[in-house]
Structures are given as C-alpha cells and as structure tokens.
C-alpha cells in the first residue's frame, strides 16, 4: 500500500543516517547545480536572498519537497484511507 514511499523514505532516511550535515548540504548544493530550473535552486536562491542559516534552507527544502514530489498526494490520501472508517 506504501510502497512508494517507504521506498522514498529508505532512500532519504540511508542518505541521512550516513551523512554528516556539511555532506548533506553539499549534496544540497549538487543538486541545484545540476538541476539550475530545479526545487533545490528554487529554495537556495531564495535562501541567499533573504539570509537564512543552513538549517532553515534544509528545512524548507525538506517541506517544500515532501509537499511538491510526485505522489505525495497518492501517498496522503492512502494513509487518510487506511485510517477512515469502513461502512459496512
């Protein structure tokens, strides 16, 4: 039923556990450079524009993300559906 995302969770929650913070903002980095019309440029030009730390530019990353993947939508409302009651 969640495949997909504890699909996606493995995979952010290995990164994270085998990462310090600077490989992980490192890897932030990568990622906007190699994708300049992408999430991760989006959120670090607006970072450097309005001076947040590190910290608040993960974090809005992370949300902003978790918010705009592709099947995120799906995923809510199958986690909404498994905890709805069933009429019988």
Partial sequence: MFEN????MGEAGSRVAES?????????QAEAKNHPLGLASAVLAISQMENWTPTHTALALAY??????????EDMQEIVQSFSPRSE
């Fill in 5 to 8: 995302l504890e699909k996606r």
């Fill in 64 to 73: 902003s993300h978790m918010i705009l993947t592709k099947g995120f939508k």
């Fill in 20 to 28: 310090d913070s600077e490989t992980l903002w490192a890897m932030i």
